[in-house]
């Protein structure tokens, strides 16, 4: 049991690139989420999937994409990357509607140059 | 923005109790308080929560005031381990939203 994990776990682009960051968890969760944490910062909510099939913005959507590919996957792509969007990526996981545990990934460590 | 206020950093000796204070003044009657914690660069790890009454598990234990306007996470026994970075949350029942202030620093010194 893997939990949740995540690829790459660094990656450096130049602006205007694109990438697609990949989540993925073997616990059967329904909901799964997308944060990102800049530098001496709370982590703050980018899209959210409370089932398969459906996705939802959080606090900081803007520049970013998701797909909710599966039960299991859960991936953000950033279209053209800025240099605001250097950040630390962590995906998450909960079992079902109640966030009473959410389960995280080890981080995607992204700088846009 | 985050609904809870705590201290910016603390340090607690080792050994001894660290107790991480956390203001929730607006918190509603059905919002739960959650406390996660980050290890250095980490994904953050789930501590505990609770609604009205005390809470304790094999981590920590959560005292919550009468008023519901504030809690205290409590490490019994501090270790070098625990020196992270712990958040307080609210979470709206059903919300599945969690948003994380900047948390408390705490430093566990040997």
């Known amino acids: 049991n893997a939990g949740v994990t995540q690829t790459p776990k660094f990656q450096v682009l130049k602006t205007g690139q694109s990438m697609t960051l990949q989540c993925a968890q073997d616990?059967?969760?329904?909901?799964m989420y997308w944060y990102r944490q800049d530098p001496g910062m709370g982590l703050r909510l980018i899209y959210y999937?409370?089932?398969?099939?459906?996705?939802d913005k959080g606090e900081v959507p803007n520049g970013y994409n998701v797909s909710r590919l599966n039960k299991r996957e859960f991936s953000l792509r950033l279209e053209s990357a800025a240099p605001s969007q250097t950040s630390v990526y962590f995906c998450?996981?909960?079992?079902?509607?109640?966030?009473?545990?959410?389960?995280f990934g080890p981080g995607t460590r992204l700088t846009v140059l | 923005d985050a609904k809870t206020t705590q201290p910016t950093s603390m340090d607690c000796a080792e050994g001894r109790a660290a107790n991480l204070p956390c203001n929730h003044s607006?918190?509603?009657?059905?919002?739960?308080v959650y406390w996660y914690r980050q290890i250095h660069s980490q994904g953050p790890q789930y501590i505990i929560h609770?609604?009205?009454n005390n809470e304790t598990n094999e981590m920590a234990s959560l005292i919550i005031t009468e008023d519901r306007k504030s809690s205290t996470l409590i490490l019994p026994h501090a270790t070098l381990r625990d020196t992270a970075v712990y958040y307080c949350?609210?979470?709206?029942?059903?919300?599945?939203?969690?948003?994380f202030g900047t948390g408390t620093r705490l430093t566990i010194i040997p």
């Open positions: 998450a996981s909960i079992p079902g509607g109640r966030t009473d545990t959410q389960y």
């Open positions: 616990m059967n969760h329904n909901s």
């Open positions: 999937s409370a089932s398969e099939g459906t996705t």
């Open positions: 607006t918190i509603s009657g059905n919002e739960y």
């Open positions: 609770g609604l009205k």
């Open positions: 949350i609210e979470d709206n029942f059903g919300n599945e939203k969690l948003t």
